[in-house]
């Protein structure tokens, strides 16, 4: 059973105080309007990104109502490839067009930690998994530790509407920390 699964309660139709179920119909209207808005947002940017290619500009800083605007567009090109397909035609040269992969590296971490020990001191951090391990196998004594971190809580918050057959639509997750308006 996952986490998600151990700590997700049903909860009884009609049960919530009327102030949650209050804030949670807002919480949705605002959902649909902030879809709304970043469907719009996105209209917005394809039109000024569409401008400045035709005057082939990647930024302009325009004065708009009295407030200087810079405005960036950068373009790249990505690339993907069908790996089962350049496997079957390269063959053994396939391996001649690998590059270490983060995602791939990051799946399959526990079959390459121990390859990265001989520079570990220069890709790692402290983990508190490793720290724990450590102190209680007896190397490290929990004192030393003292001073030498932070501890932070950050919080994540969801709520989706419920489709069909438990699929979701209109989900909506945010980390609190991290506020970004950044488009992928």
């Given at each position: ?59 302009i800083a325009p004065v708009v109502d009295g ?31 690998l590059w270490p992969d983060p995602d791939k ?10 390859l990265l020990l001989p520079i570990i001191e ?63």
């Amino acid at each position: 059973m996952s986490e998600s699964e151990e700590t997700r309660q049903e909860t009884p139709q009609g049960s919530l105080p009327e102030d949650i179920a209050q804030a949670l119909r807002r919480y949705l209207e605002i959902q649909e309007e902030t879809a709304a808005l970043q469907a719009e947002r996105h209209e917005l940017r394809d039109q000024i990104a569409a401008y400045m290619a035709s005057i082939g500009a990647t930024t302009i800083a325009p004065v708009v109502d009295g407030t200087r605007v810079f405005v960036r567009n950068n373009v790249k090109q990505v690339i993907d490839y069908n790996e089962d397909l350049l496997k079957e035609r390269l063959g053994p040269d396939y391996r001649l067009t690998l590059w270490p992969d983060p995602d791939k590296i990051k799946r399959n971490l526990p079959k390459v930690a121990t390859l990265l020990l001989p520079i570990i001191e220069e890709i790692g951090s402290p983990s508190p998994e490793a720290i724990k391990a450590a102190i209680n196998g007896g190397k490290l004594r929990k004192e030393q530790f003292d001073g030498a971190f932070e501890r932070r809580q950050t919080q994540s918050f969801a709520v989706a509407r419920e489709r069909g057959a438990g699929g979701r639509v209109g989900e909506d997750d945010a980390d609190y920390d991290a506020d970004s308006d950044a488009d992928a």
